[in-house]
C-alpha cells in the first residue's frame, strides 16, 4: 500500500505563513494527482489545492493568491504552502494522492493522517 506522512502544521497568528509537507512511500509505480483538504469543526472537508500529474493546478477561491502547492517528483513529496494565513484557515489539513499499484498498475487513493493548523487573530 501507500504510506503517507504529513507535518508542518502548527499554530500562527493571522498573517504568517506555514508550510505543510507530505512524503508518500510504498507500493508507488506512479503518482498521479496530489491533493490538500481541510475539514473545520463542525464543516465538511473541502478541496483547498490539486496539484494533476499532468495538467492545471486549481485552487479553491478561498485561497488563491495565498497558498501554493507544489510537488517534487524526485522525492515522492508535495507541499502547501500557505501565506496570509486567516483565523478561517484553522482547520485539519488532509493530503492525498491518487497513485498506480507498483505491481496491479491499479489507481490508488491514499490519505495522510491530518495535521492540524490554528490560526490565531
Known amino acids: ?23 508518500a ?3 508507488i509505480f506512479r503518482l498521479n494527482a496530489m491533493n490538500w483538504y481541510r475539514q473545520a469543526p463542525g ?10 500529474s499532468a495538467g492545471t493546478t486549481t485552487y479553491a477561491d478561498s485561497v488563491k493568491g495565498r497558498f501554493t502547492i507544489s510537488r517534487d517528483n524526485a522525492n515522492n513529496t508535495m507541499y502547501l504552502q ?12 488532509y493530503c492525498n494522492v491518487v497513485s498506480v499499484h507498483t505491481t496491479t498498475r491499479r489507481p490508488l487513493s491514499s490519505w495522510g493522517q491530518g495535521t492540524q493548523v490554528t490560526v490565531s487573530s
Open 1 to 23: 500500500q501507500v504510506q503517507l506522512v504529513e507535518s508542518g502544521g502548527g499554530l500562527v497568528q493571522a498573517g504568517g505563513s506555514l508550510t505543510l509537507s507530505c512524503a
Open 25 to 27: 512511500s510504498g507500493s
Open 43 to 52: 464543516k465538511q472537508r473541502e478541496l483547498v489545492a490539486s496539484l494533476p
Open 82 to 93: 500557505m501565506n496570509s494565513l486567516k483565523p478561517e484557515d484553522t482547520a485539519v489539513y
